[in-house]
């Protein structure tokens, strides 16, 4: 019997029908033969990673951004989109605030580009909110994008919580769902990257607030951090889809002026960022009570073994347990001392940065 596949229409009808039921015989229709590859013309292709901003991010992912409040994450994300657009690539920005876009561009290109002629960037926006976990608001932005004059090689949604409303960010079904119906309408649809905007938790900033899946599920993921009253902001590179992890990226806000008085007799500015040299690291604050049973278990780990780098999976998971951290809650626990580069992933468990505890 032939092999089949399915599309992912048929698959979301397929899911929509109790224990997984055909729907008037969706999924038979659908269905077309599986190719199988010969793994030496897989391997003759010498596939190599595509870049939209060399070694910051790549082609065709779903990523996302994750910071807490004022960490300039819209700002970094629009930074971002604009370089991506003067180099030629086709973008769409979904602006859920709207009301200071113009403010916020008229300033990039001030300061990066003042000859920049804006009518012949290839970049469109939406100045406010559409609900995309609603499938009729979802198919209107596909209509919408579908009659642009150029198809988009990226997307910036800004902010996960403007554009999902009324969904339960705690849930790793609804968080799940919602992702993939971001891979499948616009990444996949378009055959572009899919930059999402979110904030992080108030105790965990080292990774996004809400439910795991949104940490597991992208195929890319960025985490912003920022120590008022420094303007300078720094921006994780460790996970990429088809590459290394890199060391951090460091941009500092500047205040442009932009030349204009406003309503009330005041001078218009708003902020772009340079890049910088990163600040010096500081020591993890632990919050979470895992991340402190776990930072107190290391530390004992330390000390048993002064001249260990390298902690294996198998350990980790025996502190874990010894700690009584949730099996659900661990790789959550593990991601925040990855992203304080206490810890960082290599061949059979994790290397240990024993100075940054």
Not at 158 to 170: R, V
Request: net charge negative.
């Amino acid at each position: 019997m032939a092999a089949t596949v399915h599309t992912p229409d048929a698959w979301r009808e397929y899911a929509d029908t109790p224990q997984g039921g055909t729907t008037n015989g969706a999924i038979e229709k659908a269905a077309v033969p599986l190719k199988l590859r010969p793994i030496h013309e897989i391997v003759a292709e010498q596939r190599e990673p595509e870049w939209l901003i060399h070694k910051i991010i790549e082609s065709h992912v779903l990523a996302v951004m994750a910071g807490p409040r004022g960490t300039f994450k819209s700002f970094v994300a629009l930074d971002w989109a604009m370089r991506m657009a003067r180099a030629g690539h086709a973008g769409v920005l979904l602006s859920g605030e709207g009301a200071g876009l113009d403010r916020r561009v008229d300033a990039w290109r001030r300061h990066h580009d003042e000859e920049m002629d804006l009518s012949t960037l290839p970049l469109v926006a939406l100045e406010h909110a559409v609900n995309l976990n609603v499938d009729v608001h979802m198919g209107r932005l596909v209509e919408a994008i579908d009659v642009l004059e150029r198809q988009p090689e990226f997307m910036v949604i800004d902010t996960l919580s403007k554009f999902s409303a009324g969904m339960d960010e705690n849930s790793n079904r609804e968080m799940a769902e919602f992702l993939a119906k971001l891979s499948a309408e616009l990444r996949d649809k378009f055959s572009c990257t899919v930059l999402l905007v979110c904030h992080s938790g108030h105790t965990e900033s080292g990774r996004p607030r809400g439910a795991s899946a949104l940490m597991c599920n992208p195929d890319v993921e960025y985490i912003i951090k920022r120590e008022p009253p420094s303007m300078v902001v720094t921006v994780s590179r460790e996970r990429f889809k088809d590459t290394a992890a890199l060391p951090p990226l460091a941009y500092e806000a500047k205040v442009i002026d932009l030349g204009r008085i406003d309503s009330y007799g005041e001078p218009v500015a708003s902020l772009a960022l340079d890049t910088s040299d990163a600040p010096p690291m500081t020591p993890a604050k632990w919050r979470g009570k895992n991340q402190e049973r776990l930072c107190t278990a290391l530390k004992e780990w330390h000390r048993s073994n002064p001249d260990a780098t390298h902690i294996s999976s198998l350990d980790l998971d025996a502190m874990c347990k010894a700690q009584k951290i949730d099996r659900k809650r661990r790789i959550e626990v593990l991601h925040a001392f990855v992203s304080a580069k206490i810890l960082s992933p290599s061949a059979g468990g994790h290397a240990f940065f024993p100075d940054q505890l």
